[in-house]
């Protein structure tokens, strides 16, 4: 059976693939949710995402300088600025604990941003894919959000009647 000049068949492959590959990237996406929870408990919540910028070397506001450089010295890491460095801190048998733990949970979390990023490039890279074989890649992206998300099926179903074509695609992968 052909959707126009699309074979059934290739369709049904791409959009399983990409349905395997966006599970997974949710599964790392939720990895690093639970991350940040652990990094939650070590120190106050509001430090967490100043901690991630400061260990994966982001962007620094003017404003939170501060606040940088309490993160800095919790994981015992020059400031990421060179015109600036926080005085040294003599750490504490404790502090030390809590930096090596903190630090350790920055590098799963870096490690899981790498391959949060290695399944958004392969995810890309089939939709381009798609895209040269003449599938409907709205349409496509559509499809998969609903193998992902059956709840929102329903909503979409009646609006789009190319859509009912890829629908019928997906339920019959399910079966």
Same mark, same amino acid.
């Given at each position: 059976?052909?959707?126009?000049?699309?074979?059934?068949?290739?369709?049904?492959?791409?959009?399983?693939?990409?349905?395997?590959?966006?599970?997974?990237?949710?599964?790392? +996406?939720?990895?690093? *949710?639970?991350?940040?929870?652990?990094?939650?408990? /070590?120190? $106050?919540?509001?430090? @967490?995402? &100043?901690?991630?910028?400061?260990?994966?070397?982001?962007?620094?506001?003017?404003?939170?300088?501060?606040?940088?450089?309490?993160?800095?010295?919790?994981?015992?890491?020059?400031?990421?600025?060179?015109?600036?460095?926080?005085?040294?801190?003599?750490?504490?048998?404790?502090?030390?604990?809590?930096?090596?733990?903190?630090?350790?949970?920055?590098?799963?979390? +870096?490690?899981?941003? *790498?391959?949060?990023?290695?399944?958004?490039?392969? /995810?890309? $890279?089939?939709?381009? @894919?798609? &895209?040269?074989?003449?599938?409907?890649?709205?349409?496509?992206?559509?499809?998969?959000?609903?193998?992902?998300?059956?709840?929102?099926?329903?909503?979409?179903?009646?609006?789009?009647?190319?859509?009912?074509?890829?629908?019928?695609?997906?339920?019959?992968?399910?079966?």
């Amino acid at each position: 059976m052909t959707f126009g000049l699309i074979e059934k068949d290739v369709l049904r492959d791409m959009l399983r693939e990409l349905v395997l590959i966006e599970k997974d990237r949710q599964g790392v +996406k939720e990895d690093m *949710a639970d991350l940040k929870q652990e990094f939650g408990s /070590i120190v $106050n919540k509001k430090m @967490v995402s &100043k901690i991630l910028k400061v260990g994966l070397n982001k962007g620094l506001k003017e404003e939170e300088i501060d606040d940088y450089t309490l993160a800095c010295q919790m994981l015992g890491m020059s400031f990421p600025c060179s015109v600036y460095m926080p005085s040294a801190v003599e750490m504490t048998p404790e502090m030390e604990a809590q930096r090596k733990r903190l630090f350790n949970l920055l590098e799963r979390y +870096k490690n899981l941003q *790498a391959e949060h990023n290695e399944f958004s490039v392969q /995810i890309r $890279n089939q939709y381009a @894919v798609a &895209k040269n074989k003449g599938i409907s890649v709205p349409m496509l992206k559509k499809a998969v959000d609903f193998c992902i998300h059956p709840d929102k099926l329903r909503a979409y179903y009646d609006s789009n009647p190319l859509l009912e074509s890829y629908v019928q695609v997906v339920e019959e992968m399910d079966s």
